[in-house]
T-cell receptor, first 111, second 114 residues
Framework: KQEVTQIPAALSVPEGENLVLNCSFTDSAIYNLQWFRQDPGKGLTSLLLIQSSQREQTSGRLNASLDKSSGRSTLYIAASQPGDSATYLCAVRDYGQNFVFGPGTRLSVLP | NAGVTQTPKFRILKIGQSMTLQCTQDMNHNYMYWYRQDPGMGLKLIYYSVGAGITDKGEVPNGYNVSRSTTEDFPLRLELAAPSQTSVYFC?????????????FGPGTRLTVT
């Protein structure tokens, strides 16, 4: 059974720092991996989606990498801003219709 | 496009009551999903549908039912509500087929069962 973990559970950094969020999954047979942002009391907003054949995806200050063989993905946020404060979740999709989510990393960027 | 919409936003139910959570998408997506999110946890898949008339169970289907009579709508039915069903419920959709399967989420329904 696929399991997804995220480290750290919470992170607090000063504004301007570069930071890395980690996502690990136990079964490498995935179709894709998606990173989401969730603001308190809100739904999920898709940030980046990496297909299983890809190594990384970039969008603005965000870069996500995928190492399927080791079961790991990282989300890199450059020059963090207070507006980046949110919970970040990763989810893997297997070759059926099952999406498995990690518990999330709660990020606080302090001005 | 409104994307994925959910109603209601909030609801309080008494134990044993029933209700239907509504989900509609206007993106002509084939695949739709229902998740629940408990505090401090990731999302767990309740049910999903790959097209009108086709539904299947996810990881935590007990106590719920779904139907998919149209491409746009995917309601989730709670029968005999229990305190364990207190959660935030999210509906999502993807276009399916040979596409990227990027998921789009609704804003959620916060349900409390007392």
């Amino acid at each position: 059974k696929q399991e997804v973990t995220q480290i750290p559970a919470a992170l607090s950094v000063p504004e301007g720092e570069n930071l890395v969020l980690n996502c690990s999954f136990t079964d490498s047979a995935i179709y894709n991996l998606q990173w989401f942002r969730q603001d308190p009391g809100k739904g999920l907003t898709s940030l980046l989606l990496i297909q299983s054949s890809q190594r990384e995806q970039t969008s603005g200050r965000l870069n996500a990498s995928l190492d399927k063989s080791s079961g790991r993905s990282t989300l890199y946020i450059a020059a963090s801003q207070p507006g980046d404060s949110a919970t970040y979740l990763c989810a893997v999709r297997d070759y059926g219709q099952n999406f498995v989510f990690g518990p999330g990393t709660r990020l606080s960027v302090l001005p | 496009n409104a994307g994925v919409t959910q109603t209601p936003k909030f609801r309080i139910l008494k134990i044993g009551q029933s209700m239907t959570l509504q989900c509609t998408q206007d993106m002509n997506h084939n695949y739709m999903y229902w998740y629940r999110q408990d505090p401090g946890m990731g999302l767990k898949l309740i049910y999903y549908s790959v097209g009108a008339g086709i539904t299947d169970k996810g990881e935590v289907p007990n106590g719920y039912n779904v139907s998919r009579s149209t491409t746009e709508d995917f309601p989730l039915r709670l029968e005999l509500a229990a305190p364990s069903q207190t959660s935030v419920y999210f509906c999502a959709s993807t276009i399916g087929g040979r596409d990227t399967y990027e998921q789009y989420f609704g804003p959620g329904t916060r349900l409390t069962v007392t």
